[in-house]
């Protein structure tokens, strides 16, 4: 009777069986690839705005620039590309809209479009002036600004 209950004792012993660590082991794989894969997700969406602000953040300070430096000049000339305001050229170099002076060069934003960058000039004394981003993997974006000339 003894042994009998030494068997038994031995037959109830707590455990896991290998069929149950398989189990457990592919579900939390599976749950582990879940979490990977929103993370991914989620920090390739964090990047994307950032750049989009960023870019955003730049065209809107070129934008400012020209038309400040537009409104207060003695003279401006608009051509194809370009715009030269008192001897200062804003034009499109590559993919930058660049602002050269006698000093030298300075880029006012990245990653535009060829032919992006507009200047042109209406006939009730406004100018508008356009850029477009050049970036393919976000929504493009067209940036724009009117100015009213003064004179």
């Not at 002036?129 to 003064?150: C, F, G, H, P, S």
């Amino acid at each position: 009777m003894r042994r009998w209950k030494q068997d038994c004792r031995l037959r109830n012993e707590a455990g896991f069986t290998l069929v149950e660590l398989l189990a457990s082991l592919a579900v939390l794989s599976l749950i582990i690839g879940l979490i990977g894969s929103v993370t991914m997700f989620g920090l390739k969406q964090y990047d994307q705005q950032v750049y989009v602000a960023e870019q955003s953040n730049d065209y809107a300070y070129a934008l400012t620039v020209l038309s400040k430096e537009v409104r207060s000049a003695e003279e401006v000339v608009i051509s194809a590309g370009s715009i030269t305001v008192d001897g200062v050229v804003f034009a499109q170099s590559g993919s930058q809209l660049v602002k050269t002076t006698q000093s030298g060069k300075e880029i006012l934003a990245d990653n535009v479009k060829t032919g992006g960058f507009q200047v042109v000039e209406n006939t009730d004394k406004t100018i508008g002036i356009t850029l477009e981003n050049a970036q393919t993997d976000v929504k493009q974006k067209m940036y724009e600004t009117t100015i009213y000339l003064r004179r």
